[in-house]
């Protein structure tokens, strides 16, 4: 048995880097084997709800391509079971998908004569802990996809939208966040001619940017994160992201949710996003009895008058379905994403 340090793996199992001079058993090369089969197997059927890191891992990519070894058997160079290159071979390709560098004798191939040297085995050991400790941190893009809804009409309230994302499996469902893929939405105003209250909705939009939902978090440019992510998750919407407007419009908002439809057995996520006009000509003209276009009293422009919708003019409100995902990674070997359906309510409310 290996005699040298203990590399954990919280979740996976434990692995002992190997001491020149240490006589390897199966344990030594299976312990190894058994983390790299749960970083490309079956996604953990971790119930949504809590996010816990060391109960979650699995991209479906099939497992491991090599057997364990047997017990008083050999580990070979190049074998179905016990293959050492095999080994080598699924930490190469991990390490290209989630972009870390592969340490020293690692990127080669043992063959028939060789000798696999201490450190060859040991640094295989730290590459798969630098895999499973960045597991949700695949290097990704982030952009627009799929569909969306656009809506000319005036509102001065409340309205609302939401974008469906469905997956063929449980699996293929959690192995998008196992991945550290994300969906999400990006909202914005489109057109011209529109009033000052509008600029501002546009403003804060193009602000907040794209926000989307990943493992663990959402992300946005600009605003107020929750700090929940897919596996915290439950069958009623959970507030993921709010942003606020500016001065005289600093009462506006617009908050996104997140819910999934199963916390067991998730296919499909819904992210809402909800937008709340507040400001009103009343209020803004109770300070001081008058309010013009620009929505802000005592301006110059208070005889004008002012008419208190949104998106009005040659306003177009869009909402976009958005998504994260490591598909650019383009790395032979990893089948990789499988890419939700998605489809879209219409933008409800006045």
């Known amino acids: 048995m290996a005699s040298g340090s203990t590399y954990t793996i919280s979740g996976g199992t434990n692995m002992i880097g190997v001491v ?21 197997g079956t996604p953990s059927d971790h119930p949504l709800g809590t996010y816990t890191a060391s109960s979650i891992y699995g991209i479906n990519e099939g497992g491991a391509g090599v057997n364990a070894a047997s017990a008083g058997g050999l580990v070979y160079a190049d074998n179905a079971t016990g293959g050492f290159k095999r080994l080598q071979d699924d930490v190469q390709l991990l390490c290209a998908f989630y972009g870390i560098t ?37 290097p990704s893009a982030l952009g ?9 009409a005036t509102w001065n309230t409340e309205i609302e ?27 914005r105003v489109e057109g011209s001619g529109y009033n000052s209250q509008t600029s501002n909705w546009a403003s804060l939009l ?5 926000v989307a939902m990943g493992p663990s978090t959402t992300e946005g440019s600009s605003g107020t994160n929750a700090g929940l992510g897919f596996y915290e998750m439950s069958t009623s919407y959970q507030l993921l992201w709010t942003k606020y407007g500016s001065g ?47 929505g802000v009293p005592s301006t110059g422009d208070d005889a004008a008058g002012y008419t208190d919708v949104v998106n009005d003019g040659s306003g177009i409100w869009r909402v976009l379905s958005a998504i994260r995902t490591a598909d650019n ?20 409310g006045s």
């Open 20 to 40: 020149a001079g240490d006589v390897i058993d199966d344990a030594d090369f299976n312990n190894a084997r058994a983390n790299v089969d749960k970083l490309l």
């Open 102 to 138: 592969v340490r020293s004798g690692v990127g080669s191939d043992v063959a028939d004569g060789n000798t696999i040297t201490a450190e060859t085995w040991t640094n295989l050991m730290l590459n798969i802990q630098d895999v499973w400790n960045n597991r949700f941190s695949t």
């Open 144 to 152: 627009l996809y799929g569909t969306s809804e656009s809506r000319s």
């Open 161 to 187: 939208q939401t974008m469906t994302f469905t997956w063929a499996s449980e699996a293929e469902c959690r192995a998008w966040f196992n991945m550290g893929c994300g969906v999400g939405i990006n909202a």
């Open 206 to 210: 193009n602000a907040m940017s794209t």
């Open 248 to 294: 005289a419009y600093a009462s506006n908002y617009v908050k996104v949710y997140g819910k999934v439809n199963s916390t067991t057995n998730p296919t499909t996520v819904d992210i809402k996003s909800v937008y709340t006009d507040p400001y009103t000509a009343a209020a803004a003209a109770a300070a001081d009895g008058a309010i013009g276009p620009d």
């Open 329 to 348: 990674r383009n790395i032979t070997g990893i089948d990789g994403v499988s890419y939700p359906t998605i489809t879209k309510s219409s933008i409800s």
